[in-house]
């Protein structure tokens, strides 16, 4: 299997673990140091600036995200992926909420994905 492959699969199992709202699924495909960037949580988490840092981060930011949006669920649009990164776009979806178009990169190294980041549109 291929760099470009091996990440692709990465990328199916986060959607597969985001649907599911299994925490640990989702933090298994993450280094332990880890960063993610997202608009909302400079919204929510002022203090952050947008970034967080490490896998106990990374737990409580999707932890509260799953229990305050029971419906959440990604509808997947499009992966473009190279060795390094993959970029996918897909469809925000919370029950009694606006569609969100959302792009977002994932940074892969090693088999782990290091950085993520989030574009809202």
Known sequence: MTTSQQ???IALKWFEAFNEHNLEKLLS???DNAQH???KLKIRKPETKGLIKG???L???WQDAFDRLPTLRYELIKLTIDEEQVFMEYIRH???DEDL??????QIK???IVFSRVYHG
């Open 55 to 57: 896998k106990a981060a």
């Open 29 to 31: 495909l993450y280094n």
């Open 37 to 39: 960037y997202s608009p």
């Open 59 to 61: 737990r409580e930011w």
């Open 94 to 96: 919370v029950n009694n």
């Open 110 to 112: 090693d088999g782990l």
């Open 7 to 9: 990440n692709k699969q």
């Open 101 to 106: 178009n959302v792009g977002e990169v994932l």
